[in-house]
Nanobody, 125 residues
Framework: QVQLVESGGGSVQAGGSLRLSCEGS????????MGWFRQAPGKEREWVAS????????YYADSAQGRFKVSRDNAQGTVSLQMNSLKPEDTAMYYC??????????????????WGQGTQVTVSS
């Protein structure tokens, strides 16, 4: 069953921007952390950013810091990832995820149990 659904991926030129959105049920987006992960071909899935649902605190991987911004709309049950100054190395499948009942560290992929199907982001040149 689909727990979360991402959208907004696409192809852009280096330096461009994309805004990804993640829709889910209230039960999935009400967990302590909602996270964004990405996976490029031949590489492990890596953490990009997370947001703490109750206060909106955000956390970013070094690769995303200063360029990406994660936000949420609790009423709509959505989480977004604004990606600016995109680089070719940002090319990957991006996934939205929610932690399980036990919670965990915001960057711990093992603590996330609900996942979307992914949306492709391709950055050229």
């Amino acid at each position: 069953q689909v727990q979360l659904v991402e959208s907004g991926g696409g192809s852009v030129q280096a330096g461009g921007s994309l805004r990804l959105s993640c829709e889910g049920s209230r039960s999935t987006v009400s967990r302590v952390y909602m996270g964004w992960f990405r996976q490029a071909p031949g590489k492990e899935r890596e953490w990009v950013a997370s947001i703490r649902r109750f206060d909106g605190s955000t956390y970013y991987a070094d690769s995303a810091q200063g360029r990406f911004k994660v936000s949420r709309d609790n009423a709509q049950g959505t989480v977004s990832l604004q990606m600016n100054s995109l680089k070719p190395e940002d090319t990957a499948m991006y996934y939205c995820a929610a932690q399980g009942p036990s919670g965990g560290l915001y960057s711990d992929i093992g603590s996330y149990v609900f996942w979307g199907q992914g949306t492709q982001v391709t950055v050229s040149s």
